[in-house]
C-alpha cells in the first residue's frame, strides 16, 4: 500500500501542474484577445473621430470678408470719413463776462451697409450697391494687370508682336511696378487673348468675325498658367449676337482660371462692317451674359466670373444704370480709349466715373498713347490718383 500510494502522489501532482498550467495559459490568452479587442477599438474610434475633423474641414464652406471687401471698395472710391466739426458757442457768466466754449462734434456717416449688398455711400455715385460675390472672388482683393492681343497679329497688342518669353518678362515687370505702387493690392497677372475676332472680310456666313482655333486658345491659356494668372477671353462679335456667340465660349468658361471680355466697339448692330462705326452692346446684352455665366458658375460650382466690357464712349454702353451684377460675376467697365493722358483722363471723366456699374479698367496703350501731342503713358502712380481708382488694368 506504501508503495503504491507513492506513485500515485506524483501522478496526481503531476496532473495538477498540467491544469494550473492551462489555467494560467487560458486566462493569459483571453486578457490578450481581450487586450487586442480593445485596442481595436480604441483604434476604430480613434479613426471616426479623425474621419469626422476631415468631413468637418472638407464640408465648411468659405466665407466672403465682407469687411475687407467693403474697406477695399471705399478705398478705391477714395471715400473720406467724416471729419468732426468743431463750434464756437458764447454764454455770459453772472459777471456778465462772455465766455467762449468749443465743442466737437462728429457728422453722420453716408455709408449704408445691408446684408446683401456691399457698402454704399449715399453722398457719393462710388461704390455702388450691389450683390456681394461669392467667395473666391478676385476683385477687389487683386488688381488684375492684363496684357492683350492675338498671336496672329503684331497690330492688335503685345502678345502677338512678342515671343512669349518676352512677353512675360514684360508683364513681369508691370506687376512689379504695380506692387511697389500699390503694397496692398497684390496684382493678378493676365493674358486677355482675342478668342473672336471682328474681320474685314463678311466670311461664308456674312458674320464678319471668326473664332480663333482652340489651340491658340489653350496656347494663352498655359501661358497664363506659367505666371499663375488668368486668361480672359476677348469677344468681337460683328455682325452676329451674342446670343448665337456666347454658347461657343462655354467650354472654356467651365474653367476656374479663365474670364471674359465683351468689346461693344465690334458689336453692329447697325449692319456696317467692323470698323467702319463704333458698335455697342446694351444693358439687356450685358445682363444676358451676366445671367449666362452665373449658371455656368452655379453648375460647375466655381468661384466668380470677371467680366471685362470695354467702353470710350457713352452709347458703347447704353443705359449702364441697369447692369445688375450678380454673385457669381463681377463686372468692370474698362476705358479704353487711346491718346493723351489728359485726353484719355477726360475721357474717364465721362464714361467711367458718373456711370458707376462695380467696378473699373483702364487700358494703356504702349503706342497709341504715345502719338503727338502725348508725351507720355500713364504710370502706376498716376492711374491710382483716377476716381474710382481702376482694379483691372491692360496693356496693348
Do not use: C
Amino acid at each position: 500500500m506504501k508503495v503504491a500510494n507513492k506513485k500515485k502522489i506524483p501522478t496526481l501532482l503531476t496532473i495538477f501542474f498540467v491544469v494550473l498550467a492551462v489555467f494560467f495559459f487560458v486566462n493569459e490568452t483571453a486578457g490578450t484577445d481581450i487586450y487586442s479587442k480593445d485596442g481595436d477599438a480604441l483604434e476604430e474610434t480613434k479613426n471616426q473621430k479623425e474621419q469626422v475633423i476631415v468631413e468637418e474641414t472638407e464640408n465648411k464652406s468659405p466665407q466672403l470678408n465682407k469687411t475687407d471687401y467693403d474697406s477695399r471698395l471705399l478705398d478705391l472710391a477714395n471715400y473720406k470719413p467724416p471729419v468732426p466739426i468743431s463750434v464756437l458757442s458764447t454764454t455770459t457768466d453772472a459777471n456778465g463776462v462772455i465766455v467762449e466754449k468749443y465743442s466737437t462734434t462728429t457728422p453722420l456717416s453716408s455709408l449704408v451697409y445691408t446684408s446683401d449688398k456691399n457698402v454704399a455711400d449715399k453722398n457719393a455715385l462710388w461704390p455702388k450697391a450691389q450683390p456681394y460675390p461669392l467667395p473666391g472672388a478676385v476683385l477687389p482683393f487683386k488688381r488684375i494687370i492684363a496684357y492683350y492681343g492675338n498671336f496672329y497679329s503684331k497690330q492688335m497688342g503685345i502678345l502677338g508682336e512678342f515671343a512669349p518669353e518676352e512677353v512675360l518678362r514684360r508683364l513681369a515687370e508691370e506687376k512689379a511696378a504695380w506692387e511697389l505702387a500699390d503694397p496692398n493690392t497684390p496684382v493678378l497677372p493676365a493674358i486677355e487673348y482675342i478668342a473672336m475676332v471682328a474681320q474685314a472680310d463678311a466670311g461664308a456666313d456674312g458674320m464678319y468675325r471668326t473664332m480663333m482655333p482652340d489651340g491658340e486658345i489653350r496656347k494663352a491659356h498655359e501661358l497664363a498658367k506659367q505666371v499663375n494668372g488668368i486668361l480672359i477671353l476677348d469677344m468681337q462679335i460683328g455682325l452676329s449676337t451674342l446670343e448665337k456667340e456666347l454658347p461657343k465660349f462655354d467650354v472654356y468658361m467651365k474653367e476656374p482660371d479663365i474670364h471674359l471680355a465683351l468689346d461693344p466697339e465690334f458689336s453692329m448692330k447697325s449692319g456696317n462692317r467692323p470698323g467702319t462705326v463704333i458698335g455697342t452692346h446694351s444693358a439687356d446684352d450685358i445682363n444676358y451674359v451676366i445671367n449666362h455665366l452665373s449658371r455656368i458658375v452655379q453648375e460647375y460650382n466655381l468661384p466668380p466670373k470677371v467680366l471685362l466690357v470695354h467702353r470710350f464712349t457713352q452709347n458703347m454702353v447704353t443705359n449702364s444704370s441697369r447692369i445688375a451684377a450678380t454673385p457669381e460675376v463681377q463686372v468692370v467697365i474698362v476705358m479704353d480709349g487711346w491718346g493723351s493722358r489728359p485726353l484719355k483722363r477726360a475721357t474717364y471723366d465721362i464714361v467711367i466715373e458718373p456711370e458707376p456699374v462695380q467696378f473699373a479698367g483702364l487700358k494703356i496703350f504702349y503706342k497709341n498713347d504715345l502719338k503727338p501731342p502725348s508725351t507720355g503713358i500713364f504710370t502706376p502712380a498716376e492711374v491710382l490718383q483716377f476716381n474710382p481708382k481702376p482694379i483691372f488694368i491692360q496693356y496693348q
